[in-house]
């Protein structure tokens, strides 16, 4: 069975920073593109970031572009996504996603 479990959220302050973790399981990770995308109250998915199956490739929105670092370490079939300079607009619940399939997500809040 595949299954994404995501960790790492939690509450912040503005300008502060988290990290979150993706491990992967049920598929070899390492073939695929991984993603991450988030989930803010009362609105739609909104595509955060991908990277490619080695991790020489990565993408950002515009919104999260210069804050937010996507990596991964297929040795331990694990996406990460380091935020940095956190906004209150960055709450949401954060999924990591790859084809055919997602977490449940983890919660990150950001507030004074």
């Known amino acids: 069975e595949e299954q994404l479990v995501e960790s790492g959220g939690g509450l912040v302050q503005p300008g502060g920073s988290l990290r979150l973790s993706c491990v992967g399981s049920?598929?070899?990770?390492?073939?695929?593109?991984m993603s991450w995308v988030r989930q803010a109250p009362g609105k739609g998915l909104e595509w955060v970031s991908a990277?490619?199956?080695?991790?020489?490739?990565?993408s950002y929105a515009d919104s999260v572009k210069g804050r937010f670092t996507i990596s991964r370490d297929n040795a331990k079939n694990t996406l990460y996504l380091q935020m940095n300079s956190l906004k209150p607009e960055d709450t949401a619940v954060y999924i990591c996603t790859k084809r055919g399939g997602r977490g449940q997500g983890t919660q990150v809040t950001v507030s004074s």
């Open positions: 990277i490619n199956p080695d991790g020489g490739i990565t």
């Open positions: 049920g598929f070899t990770f390492s073939n695929y593109t």
